[in-house]
């Protein structure tokens, strides 16, 4: 594996977490977005990373300046790729957002950089002709909180070289992820075939009157082990999140119980801005939601 300097475009959401996970692991990272009102945004988000770093993983105060060394910023793209190994792409989930980002991105990129798309729910084939360059692309995507959930799905298309697709899973692994090869397209990835019809079925639960909430939770939570319940994963991930899954479904089927479920989180959570963590309150409130709560699971 050749990567050295690492472009990320987008310090989105996951964005900003790849770039300061590659920095902390000593790669030089340019972070690039579309203006430097952005960037600025994205530089104090790496501040309160940092405490994330420090609480989660012990990392030491060196560590995180060095860190910052590694770091660096700019709001034109050919600037941003002109060094560049390796360009990971985080921009908006949007398939012709991307498609223009890749065109122009394949005019100024230099010849050695390989592409690799963040989308958790788009499939590289949609974008492998825009990139210019085909068998150097491929999707290496990242759960959110990466320092922590560190997963690293590596997938493919049909023409994506062997030795890029490899170079990518050293790649993951160099940075502190567990690399996950996918051997095939899937839509969803490994993570998101688990996890969205497990959302789905919670919220068809609580739609249909079935039951409510912390009881679907509490069911899953005694009966898995696991530390979360379905409706805790919606409030992390965000209910716009689950809005727009279920809306996009619900236009192209009709399907009547996802349409009652896209009137269900617009009247109970997207109109009253509870959206989950971010907002403090979505299916409980933040902090101390009541599924921490040591009597939660009597």
Same mark, same amino acid.
């Given at each position: 594996?050749?990567? &050295?300097?690492?472009?990320?475009?987008?310090?989105? *959401?996951?964005?900003?977490?790849?770039?300061?996970?590659?920095?902390?692991?000593?790669?030089?990272?340019? *972070?690039?977005?579309?203006?430097?009102?952005?960037?600025?945004?994205?530089?104090?988000?790496?501040?309160?990373?940092?405490?994330?770093?420090?609480?989660?993983?012990?990392?030491?105060?060196?560590?995180?300046?060095?860190?910052?060394?590694?770091?660096?910023?700019?709001?034109?793209?050919?600037?941003?790729?002109?060094?560049?190994?390796?360009?990971?792409?985080?921009?908006?989930?949007?398939?012709?957002? &991307?498609?223009?980002?890749?065109?122009?991105?394949? &005019?100024?990129?230099?010849?050695?950089?390989?592409?690799?798309?963040?989308?958790?729910?788009?499939?590289?084939?949609?974008?492998?002709?825009?990139?210019?360059?085909?068998?150097?692309?491929?999707?290496?995507?990242? #759960?959110?909180?990466?320092?922590?959930?560190?997963?690293?799905?590596?997938?493919?298309?049909?023409?994506?070289?062997?030795?890029?697709?490899?170079?990518?899973?050293?790649?993951?692994?160099?940075?502190?992820?567990? #690399?996950?090869?996918?051997?095939?397209?899937?839509?969803?990835?490994?993570?998101?075939?688990?996890?969205?019809?497990?959302?789905?079925?919670?919220?068809?639960?609580?739609?249909?009157?079935?039951?409510?909430?912390?009881?679907?939770?509490?069911?899953?939570?005694?009966?898995?082990?696991?530390?979360?319940?379905?409706?805790?994963?919606?409030?992390? *991930?965000?209910?716009?999140?689950?809005?727009?899954?279920?809306?996009?479904?619900?236009?192209?089927?009709?399907?009547?119980?996802?349409?009652?479920?896209?009137?269900?989180? &617009?009247?109970?959570?997207?109109?009253?801005?509870?959206?989950?963590?971010?907002?403090?309150?979505?299916?409980?409130?933040?902090?101390?939601?009541?599924?921490?709560?040591?009597?939660?699971?009597?």
């Amino acid at each position: 594996m050749n990567f &050295k300097n690492i472009t990320i475009a987008g310090s989105g *959401v996951l964005g900003y977490q790849i770039a300061f996970q590659a920095a902390f692991h000593g790669f030089d990272v340019t *972070v690039y977005d579309i203006n430097d009102e952005v960037l600025e945004k994205a530089k104090a988000k790496f501040v309160t990373m940092s405490e994330a770093f420090k609480r989660d993983l012990g990392a030491l105060q060196d560590q995180l300046d060095a860190a910052y060394q590694h770091l660096h910023y700019s709001s034109n793209l050919a600037e941003a790729v002109k060094d560049a190994d390796l360009l990971i792409e985080a921009v908006p989930e949007n398939p012709q957002i &991307k498609i223009d980002f890749y065109q122009k991105l394949s &005019k100024v990129a230099p010849a050695k950089t390989v592409f690799a798309t963040n989308s958790s729910t788009l499939l590289p084939s949609q974008f492998a002709e825009a990139t210019g360059r085909p068998e150097k692309f491929a999707a290496l995507h990242f #759960a959110n909180n990466i320092w922590k959930q560190n997963t690293a799905e590596v997938m493919g298309h049909a023409g994506t070289d062997k030795a890029v697709f490899d170079d990518l899973l050293q790649f993951a692994t160099a940075i502190g992820m567990v #690399a996950l090869p996918l051997h095939k397209e899937q839509p969803g990835y490994i993570l998101n075939s688990l996890l969205v019809p497990l959302l789905s079925a919670a919220t068809d639960l609580l739609v249909n009157g079935v039951t409510d909430a912390e009881t679907v939770d509490k069911t899953w939570m005694i009966a898995t082990g696991a530390p979360m319940g379905p409706f805790a994963i919606l409030d992390v *991930v965000g209910i716009t999140t689950a809005y727009n899954i279920n809306k996009m479904i619900a236009e192209k089927t009709q399907d009547p119980l996802k349409l009652k479920t896209v009137e269900y989180l &617009k009247a109970q959570f997207i109109d009253k801005n509870k959206l989950g963590v971010a907002t403090g309150a979505g299916f409980y409130t933040y902090p101390n939601p009541a599924y921490q709560d040591k009597d939660f699971l009597k």
